[in-house]
């Protein structure tokens, strides 16, 4: 692709969320402080809630990568399960033996026997949910009630839900009230500042290897912040398909003209209508019909 055009050594507007990539914005940074400290005091749920493209699942890796050894993970990036799906999941990530369960009962019995056995080597099971707001309701109960699992002093599991929007809809519903009791920390991520945006770009492309002068002016950032909203999956989306677009003319700084073109062929990407001209040609055809009539004697005797 245009690789060599720019000078890079790996595409940097990648859609997947690779953690080399990981840019360490204000909203992102505070969510990832927020949910160590809280795994490190708190008890029960935590939750990180983000809009559409927010970098929810890159926060979610970066997690991952960041947790001391004392911690034993469960991923589970698809929770659209049925609650015997979900304690299966959460039985296959914690190596837990379950053929010979019969019952759903004797599953919930050996992943206990599992975490009381984590638990008396020292270290604390966190069970973390991608995509948290697809889990259908009789399965979020189900992540309730394995939430009790404790002993006499602690719990011995963490769950972090991480989620779009619709998931606070969810635990709204009166029928979730006990979970909803049960967070105790809780972030929203928010879209980038355009300021944060420049940083953004700028990262990715040192990391994806360029080294020249600034290819994105002031003037094309702000039109990606105001096409894109700050949403980083938006981001990537348009900064790729200008790169593209940069390559295929041979030229190598952006300019606004690409912009234009990649917001068009880009869902969910707007920019604002210039008003300027619809401005400037009402005030010309008032002004003429202000002087027709002035010309015709229309306006005599009219009140200066």
């Known amino acids: 692709m245009y690789q060599k055009h720019?000078?890079?050594?790996?595409?940097?507007?990648?859609?997947?969320?690779n953690t080399s990539f990981y840019?360490?914005?204000?909203?992102?940074?505070?969510?990832?402080?927020?949910?160590?400290?809280?795994?490190?005091?708190?008890?029960?749920?935590?939750?990180?809630?983000g809009e559409v493209g927010t970098g929810k699942t890159l926060l979610c890796r970066k997690l991952l990568n960041e947790l001391p050894e004392k911690y034993v993970t469960a991923y589970i990036p698809n929770p659209y399960l049925t609650p015997e799906e979900l304690r299966a999941q959460i039985a296959r990530e914690l190596q837990v033996d379950i053929s010979a369960a019969t019952s759903q009962q004797l599953v919930t019995q050996a992943i206990q026997h599992k975490?009381?056995?984590?638990?008396?080597?020292?270290?604390?099971?966190?069970?973390?949910?991608?995509?948290?707001?697809?889990?259908?309701?009789?399965?979020?109960e189900a992540?309730?009630?394995?939430?009790?699992?404790?002993?006499?002093?602690?719990?011995?599991?963490?769950?972090?839900?991480?989620?779009?929007?619709?998931?606070?809809?969810?635990?709204?519903?009166?029928?979730?009230?006990?979970?909803?009791?049960?967070?105790?920390?809780?972030?929203?991520?928010?879209?980038m500042t355009v300021h944060e945006l420049a940083r953004y770009i700028s990262h990715r492309l040192h990391v994806a290897g360029y080294k020249g002068t600034p290819i994105f002016s002031g003037k094309v950032v702000s039109m990606l912040h105001q096409a894109s909203r700050?949403?980083?999956?938006?981001?990537?989306?348009?900064?790729?398909?200008?790169?593209?677009l940069g390559y295929g003319e041979g030229v190598y700084p952006i300019t606004a003209?690409?912009?234009?073109?990649?917001?068009?062929?880009?869902?969910d990407a707007t920019l604002p209508q210039a008003k300027w001209p619809w401005v400037m040609a009402s005030a010309i055809v008032v002004g003429a019909l202000m002087w027709v009539a002035y010309s015709q004697g229309w306006l005599d005797g009219v009140a200066a």
Do not use: W
Request: proline share 4%.
């Open 23 to 49: 840019c360490d914005l204000e909203g992102h940074r505070a969510a990832l402080e927020v949910l160590l400290t809280a795994l490190q005091t708190g008890e029960g749920f935590i939750k990180v809630v």
């Open 143 to 191: 992540l309730r009630l394995i939430s009790n699992l404790e002993t006499e002093t602690r719990k011995l599991l963490h769950i972090v839900l991480f989620g779009q929007p619709e998931l606070d809809e969810r635990l709204a519903e009166r029928a979730h009230r006990q979970l909803r009791q049960r967070i105790s920390f809780s972030y929203h991520l928010q879209a």
């Open 6 to 17: 720019y000078g890079l050594s790996e595409l940097p507007f990648t859609l997947t969320p």
């Open 115 to 140: 975490l009381m056995e984590i638990n008396q080597r020292g270290e604390t099971v966190i069970i973390v949910l991608d995509e948290a707001q697809a889990l259908p309701s009789d399965s979020l």
């Open 230 to 244: 700050g949403i980083p999956r938006l981001v990537n989306v348009l900064c790729h398909k200008v790169l593209l």
């Open 257 to 267: 003209k690409h912009v234009k073109m990649a917001v068009a062929d880009t869902e």
